[in-house]
């Protein structure tokens, strides 16, 4: 899911060890926020498609507590 760039084997790697290709910071940490976020927005589609009314409630709390800033 995730395109990662290819770097040039005679590159000089004067970063973090972030920088080294193929080698996270933190192993496996990228392709699991990757599926969460997409499991939230997926979610999150389908609670506004059979519950149309969140919708609107969200909608309305927003402008209500946009009022609130306000006055």
């Known amino acids: 899911m995730t395109h ?3 770097h040039n084997k005679d590159q000089d790697f004067l970063g973090t060890s972030a920088d080294v290709p193929r080698r996270d910071a933190v192993p496996g940490r990228g392709e699991f926020l990757e599926f ?6 997926a979610g999150a589609f ?13 909608a309305h709390t ?4 946009a009022v609130g800033l306000v006055r």
Do not use: H, I, K
Request: no cysteine.
């Open 4 to 6: 990662r760039a290819r």
């Open 36 to 41: 969460l976020g997409l499991t939230l927005a």
């Open 46 to 58: 389908v609670l506004f498609v059979v519950r149309p009314e969140v919708s609107e409630a969200l």
């Open 62 to 65: 927003l402008a209500t507590s």
